[in-house]
């Protein structure tokens, strides 16, 4: 759910007050206390839709408590998070976006998202003391490069300095105000605006000398050129960091020169060439390399703006969100960990230490979020990596930006739960004709053995139709005994210490119950569904120890608390005042704040053909941190490839990894604050996000604003730190840094701008403003968006106004991006979406890491009827083709090639009329065109190259995330061509304009 902008109201909704008292779960000892956070830490990161694979380095779900937002939780925030606008840049006819409610973002004035004028109060930011909250995914970004010059030695305040402790001296702290630029790569420091113009090219490249050659001058990135690949160092590192005192910094920066590239201007009417062939990377910090090199994965944590304005004022100027995307639980492949006695944090925002802090010298560290100056603990001073005393900091907690802690027993509020999982199957008429229950009984007997867990796991079942059904798993019986309740109204646990069991202890009876469940019901009538009782029941059989309770549902629940009516109209499904995005009952909200305070998160499986009001049974899985997924029309016979789609999912869900009674909370440096959160999660305290469960394919966003200025600040830094109990029983933090250089111009702003993590916010936003306030209302937004930081841009950066639509090259794929998000199923016009699906489109913005949003937004397009090995990846003795990104308009396909769309959660493979015999014979095994069957969805594995190539591409392409996309084969004539069309983002369609179109309409409102 998001939580509202205002700071003030975020969190004072009063379904949030009770809990409350367990704000001390924070992810530190006691963050209760008053004193903690008390000022409002300022956030000022640019919050970059990370392209992680579902590993933005965890963006693991903190996504807006109130994506949809349910009755009860009105976050009202300040209008934070779209651009705002003023009215005259509006295209007359939009309507003006309200401020929304509830806890989503408000989008301020006139329709747009900004963060307006006015930001929100912060007063009540009740961050403590010196919060400083850092944002929950960073993983390695090092100090930004500010434009100034850097000295070539790593600030003392990087963590690792090696000099003696004599050079630590200088070490200005991000903080203090530091002698000339300490932290930024090289560009003047504060070169006058006019020069700063041209300059802004900053050295993203300069002291790089691992960036290929192409891409050494153009900052951001040539439209042809690829980053760089990310260097992010994944293990405990060993960086040498010279102690990186101001002054040194200085010193190497004045032998760089400036890069004029990125700041080049684009005129997006002429250029039409723009998409990359490559994928897009996440834009580099400008900062010194030895502090960006220690810099958190953009896929775990990224800012919307790479340079945060130092200003509230400059951030509404540049019209520009400013916010963060993370990844936090993430799967990574290397990640330290550390276990010590001592978990050494600030005294006063409770910061952990990470590699942006300055050493004062051996003994005292200053923080870089609050900048109180604290003493090393005697035992940190030893390095157990190095084995060497003296050296704290070349620690590993402070070489590290993503880096986890063994919790000591004072993060515990009680011991350590076991791993417990309770499965709720429907098994009305309706549910067992879809024949999904024997697709997850085989699976769960496929993966019973490698449940996370331990010895002490647990496990239990229960069915319902119009009754509630319990299984008895009691050691010495012979078989599973079923216990029926029948009275729904007032539900209770029969027999309760034999339902939930021990799962080593009574895998054959569990193993039984799993073969003979699926036939148990074939014969039954019974059509109604009590959902709302099993819940209940559910919630009341998981209370004493939490867990997650995983819920599949056929159809709309009919009988008992939590019944629903149909709401959705074939033909009113477009219009956008009456179609029915908030949920019609608060029943599910409020029982998922019941999990939630109990550390139980409720994940949902909506297997159904028909209207199921996803918008109400949503609410049990976002207010609880769990996870939704959706099959429409799931049937094992009439719609056999789900039941692949749902196998592979659920081999995923079931065996992927788990914390239970987590608590995530992000500091950022003093001045910058947070004020919305998105995601699947409740907010507890102003700052706690609950997360009964956290899994490592989820994503979160925040919003944050400016509140007082940053100046005398090189750099700002944001910390997430997530405390979790792991399926072993071990209670563990883990905690990610990033850290960003801070500007004093607009030019600079717009440099910095990471074009996806800006779309990927917006569209949180516009999820939001679509549920407080309408459809329409939400597609204004983001439209005004793009014209809003475009005008901006014209109106204040460029000095000479040139005819054609202007945009910094930053930014080239802004237009692009929004127009692709008015196209997708959560936003788009039209009859053709069903309402669940929207819905569920709705639920995966919030929820999903940015590299899959942004994959699901904008399809790849390929061509592969011409794959070679040039240029390929050699991933375990798999050659791996990488063939060039297409542009998404109908102009790029030839009917003589065949081309692959990845979509994210599908994917289309269309073959051309005219495609060459050789390759359809080669990869198909059919002679000919005609002979291609028509509802192929896959692909026969043949002995000869070109299957292997597409094979082997495929395989890759769906390897690298959570969920499995089906892949449909389609020739000219197939059912499914106007789906494939669909994706054609460039191309115009019923009822949304083409690219260029679009362009013109941009232009003609910036120009006003």
């Known amino acids: 759910g998001s939580a509202p902008a205002s700071a003030r109201d975020l969190y004072r909704s009063p379904v949030q007050n009770p809990l409350t008292h367990s704000s001390h779960m924070s992810d530190g000892q006691r963050y209760n206390s008053p004193g903690l956070y008390s000022h409002p830490i300022p956030t000022k990161t640019p919050l970059h839709p990370s392209p992680g694979q579902y590993n933005y380095g965890g963006s693991q779900n903190v996504s807006q408590l109130s994506n949809y937002q349910g009755p009860g939780q009105t976050l009202n925030r300040a209008p934070v998070g779209l651009i705002s606008v003023a009215p005259l840049q509006h295209t007359g006819s939009s309507p003006q976006m309200p401020p929304p409610s509830q806890n989503s973002a408000a989008i301020s004035s006139a329709g747009s998202f900004l963060p307006g004028t006015n930001p929100p109060a912060l007063s009540n930011w009740q961050y403590g003391q010196t919060s400083v909250s850092q944002p929950a995914g960073s993983q390695t970004s090092h100090f930004a490069h500010v434009t100034g010059a850097v000295p070539t030695q790593p600030s003392a305040s990087s963590s690792g300095n090696t000099n003696p402790p004599t050079s630590y001296q200088y070490a200005a702290s991000p903080g203090v105000p530091p002698l000339p630029n300490s932290y930024m790569k090289p560009a003047s420091t504060h070169p006058s605006p006019a020069s700063q ?192 005393y003296g050296e704290p900091h070349k620690r590993p907690e402070v070489q590290n930006a993503t880096i986890e802690f063994m919790a000591p027993s004072e993060y515990m509020l009680r011991p350590p739960q076991p791993p417990v999982y309770l499965f709720v199957f ?48 009691q050691e010495g019986l012979s078989q599973p005994q079923m216990l029926i309740v029948s009275d729904i109204e007032d539900v209770f646990i029969p027999m309760p210490e034999n339902l939930l069991v021990n799962l080593n202890e009574n895998k054959e009876l569990i193993q039984d119950l799993l073969r003979t469940l699926p036939q148990m019901f074939t014969k039954s009538l019974e059509t109604q569904s009590a959902l709302g009782p099993a819940l209940q029941a559910a919630f009341k059989l998981m209370s004493p120890t939490g867990g997650r309770i995983s819920v599949f549902q056929t159809q709309l629940p009919s009988v008992g608390v939590g019944a629903l009516k149909s709401r959705e109209e074939p033909n009113q499904r477009a219009s956008a005042k009456d179609i029915h995005l908030t949920p019609s009952t608060d029943f599910y909200k409020k029982l998922a704040l019941d999990c939630s305070g109990q550390q139980v998160a409720v994940d949902l499986f909506l297997l159904s053909g ?46 992927r990894k788990i914390g239970f009674e987590a608590v995530m909370r992000i500091r950022c440096t003093k001045g910058l604050s947070i004020h919305t959160f998105h995601g699947n999660f409740f907010v507890r305290s102003t700052d706690l996000l609950s997360l009964p469960n956290v899994n490592p394919d989820a994503g979160y966003a925040v919003q944050m604003s400016v509140e007082e200025s940053l100046t005398d600040m090189q750099v700002v830094s944001f ?76 109106a204040s950066v460029l000095s000479v106004q040139q005819p054609g639509l202007m945009a910094p090259f930053s930014l080239r794929l802004f237009p692009l991006y929004v127009l692709a998000l008015l196209k997708q199923k959560a936003f788009q016009t039209g009859t053709t979406t069903r309402l669940d699906e929207r819905i569920f489109t709705m639920c995966q913005v919030k929820n999903q890491p940015l590299i899959y949003l942004m994959l699901m937004t904008h399809p790849s397009l390929y061509r592969i009827d011409n794959l070679t090995d040039e240029g390929a990846l050699n991933i375990s003795d798999r050659t791996i083709p990488q063939p060039p990104i297409l542009q998404l308009s109908v102009e790029k396909l030839s009917r003589d090639g065949a081309y692959l769309m990845d979509a994210g959660s599908v994917m289309f493979m269309w073959i051309g009329k005219n495609c060459g015999q050789n390759f359809i014979n080669q990869v198909f095994g059919v002679p000919n065109y005609a002979s291609i069957p028509q509802n192929m969805t896959h692909l026969p594995e043949l002995d000869t190259a070109e299957s292997t190539r597409i094979i082997a591409f495929i395989s890759w392409l769906r390897e690298q995330r959570p969920f499995f996309p089906i892949l449909y084969i389609i020739r000219d004539e197939s059912p499914l061509k106007p789906s494939f069309l669909q994706n054609m983002i460039e191309d115009r369609t019923e009822s949304a304009l083409s690219y260029y179109e679009f362009l013109l309409h941009i232009q003609q409102q910036v120009n006003k």
Request: hydrophobic fraction near 35%; charge should be positive; proline fraction near 7%.
């Open 610 to 655: 028909q209207y199921s009001d996803l918008a109400s049974l949503g609410c049990i899985s976002r207010y609880s941190a769990g996870s939704i997924y959706y099959y429409q029309s799931y049937h094992h016979k009439h719609n056999p490839v789900q039941v692949e789609k749902l196998q592979k999912e659920l081999k995923r869900y079931l065996t």
């Open 426 to 473: 429907d098994v009305s008429h309706n549910a067992i004709e879809t024949g999904y229950l024997d697709t997850v009984c085989k699976s769960l007997l496929d993966n019973l053995d490698l449940l996370p867990g331990n010895t002490r796991t647990k496990i239990g079942f229960i069915t319902f139709d119009s009754t509630i059904h319990f299984y008895s798993l």
């Open 197 to 388: 113009n041209l300059k802004m090219g900053r050295s993203v490249g300069y002291s790089y000398p691992s960036l290929p050659p192409g891409y050494q001058n153009t900052s951001p990135g040539v439209p042809g050129m690829q980053p760089p690949p990310m260097q992010y160092p994944d293990g405990p590192q060993s960086f040498h960091q010279p102690a990186l005192g101001t002054n040194h910094l200085a010193a190497s920066m004045g032998s760089l020169s400036l890069q004029p590239e990125g700041v080049r201007l684009v005129n997006l009417l002429q250029e039409r060439n723009i998409l990359p062939t490559t994928p897009l990377q996440a834009p580099i910090p400008n900062l010194h390399e030895d502090i960006q090199k220690l810099n958190c994965n953009p896929e775990l944590f990224r800012c919307t703006l790479t340079n945060i304005p130092q200003t509230q004022a400059l951030l509404n100027k540049a019209k520009l969100p400013l916010g963060l995307l993370l990844h936090p639980f993430k799967d990574l492949s290397q990640l330290p960990v550390v276990t010590s006695s001592t978990i050494v944090r600030c005294r006063s925002c409770r910061t952990y230490i990470n590699p942006f802090v300055s050493f004062l010298d051996q003994r005292r560290w200053k923080c870089n979020l609050c900048y109180r100056v604290n003493d090393v603990p005697e035992e940190f001073m030893y390095n157990p990596v190095t084995r060497v």
């Open 719 to 794: 910390q997430s730190a997530l405390l979790y109990t792991s399926s072993k029983g071990e209670r563990r933090i883990r905690v990610h840094t990033m850290c960003l250089p801070v500007v004093t111009t607009l030019s600079d702003v717009y440099l910095g701008a990471d074009v996806q993590a800006i779309t990927g916010l917006l569209a949180n936003m516009a999820v939001d403003r679509s549920v407080s306030a309408s459809l329409s209302d939400a597609r204004d937004a983001l439209v005004n968006a793009v014209i809003d930081s475009l005008s901006a841009y014209r």
